[in-house]
């Protein structure tokens, strides 16, 4: 068991300073290389799959809110199979549960590209595939959080959550890009298709990972006796619970606002070629934003990452209230920069402070509290913006961004948790 240090025993002098790894330290491990490689391969392919989807529901009614019930449905799919991945994550080796998740979603996006390539898409089948894909993404989420710190040894851990997110935001510029091309040129169908081959590449890429077991319980428990002992785990640490809390508002809004309204607002105003440029803008940003996260010493770490969250409300501001392509691009790239200060201060958090034998089921409840509200974010935000309007809706998604980081930055625990100290000691 890993102990939590109290915020009042932290002090504010450093330990004798050690050698700091290089930032492409992770690199030398190959069983860390090929799960960099696999992720990113799907990432690039996920990329452009919101911009596929959004604009093959958009094709087919040209309605708001049976965009937001494709994409909530399979949010929906994805928060109430999480904690089982969790368990599974747990209980069975994480990289087999992996390439059995990527080969789900590669049958289920190839089902969604075909049947919207021959003209047979319908919103009944939309909705049910992307149900299986939200299943297939909720068995694997646990599992590629959860195994990163098995594959690179303790002291690089920051520079590998930094590097792992590096490549899939790297992928995730070229695959929005490549996203908006294919919709506005051979459409959406085709964006799915390549969807799917990534999620098979990516499958197959991680069959080859191998990482040392963990240390099976002397006694099999339930499913279920699993699941309280992640709770209690994941509930007894103030400063999860507080952020996941705050993401739970944070992503709902920010899904119904880029996923549901941004299309929407895309196609009035700019176009949809342009709307997947904005979004590859915001993972150039992340790549930056990577890049520096990979270098940072700070002495709280998740506090300094939870400070960043302020940003998160910039680019639907500016989508709201200047809907022109600069400033959106502007917006996005300083968005995702932010973003990545958080990420990897989180990941890096996470890993420091749960013990490994139970950290894919912390991690589920994590996933779950931050996804809890996605559904009702989409589902919710084309209704909204039909009562209220577009414009409207977008400035109180950007205040109530803004509401949730203030109250995650109340809590003294956040402010306060010492970031471990290893041989990327601080100054």
Not at 217 to 224: C, D, E, L, V, Y
Not at 312 to 321: E, H, N, Q, Y
């Amino acid at each position: 068991m890993t102990d939590i240090i109290p915020p009042s025993t932290a002090t504010d002098e450093a330990p004798e300073e050690a050698p700091r790894p290089g930032v492409l330290a992770p690199l030398r491990y190959p069983m860390f290389r090929l799960l960099v490689a696999g992720r990113t391969v799907t990432m690039a392919g996920n990329a452009v799959a919101p911009i596929a989807l959004a604009f093959a529901v958009l094709d087919l009614t040209g309605s708001a809110r049976d965009l937001g019930i494709v994409v909530g449905v399979r949010s929906l799919a994805n928060v109430v199979f999480i904690l089982f991945g969790g368990v599974i994550a747990d209980r069975l080796p994480r990289q087999l549960i992996m390439v059995g998740a990527s080969t789900l979603a590669c049958l289920t996006q190839a089902a969604v590209a075909t049947t919207v390539l021959t003209g047979t898409a319908t919103l009944p089948v939309l909705i049910g595939l992307s149900a299986v894909n939200g299943i297939a993404t909720a068995l694997s989420f646990p599992a590629a959080s959860a195994i990163v710190p098995q594959t690179v040894p303790a002291e690089v851990r920051q520079q590998a959550n930094a590097i792992n997110r590096l490549g899939f935001n790297s992928a995730m510029i070229a695959g929005a890009g490549l996203g908006g091309l294919l919709v506005a040129t051979v459409g959406p169908g085709w964006g799915l298709a390549v969807d799917a081959a990534t999620f098979g590449i990516g499958g197959l890429l991680f069959a080859f990972v191998r990482v040392p077991r963990l240390a099976a319980p002397a006694q099999r428990k339930s499913i279920f006796t699993d699941l309280r002992i992640g709770w209690a785990e994941f509930i007894r640490r103030t400063w999860l619970w507080v952020v996941v809390a705050g993401f739970c508002v944070i992503n709902a809004v920010l899904a119904g606002s880029l996923m549901v309204l941004g299309p929407v607002v895309a196609d009035a105003e700019f176009g949809r070629k342009a709307w997947g440029l904005v979004l590859a803008m915001e993972t150039a940003g992340m790549v930056l934003g990577a890049l520096l996260a990979m270098r940072v010493r700070v002495k709280r770490f998740l506090f300094y990452g939870v400070l960043w969250c302020f940003a998160d409300l910039w680019l639907i501001l500016a989508l709201g209230i200047t809907p022109q392509v600069v400033p959106l691009l502007i917006a996005s790239f300083a968005v995702g920069f932010a973003v990545e200060q958080f990420s990897v201060a989180w990941e890096t958090t996470m890993q420091e402070h749960v013990p490994a034998d139970i950290l894919a089921r912390v991690y589920s409840y994590d996933m779950l509290g931050s996804f809890l509200a996605l559904p009702i974010g989409q589902v919710a935000a084309g209704p909204i913006a039909e009562h209220f309007g577009v414009r409207q809706t977008l400035i109180g998604a950007a205040v109530l961004c803004g509401l949730a980081t203030i109250a995650m930055l109340l809590s003294r625990d956040v402010r306060h948790l010492p970031h471990k100290l290893t041989a990327s000691s601080i100054d």
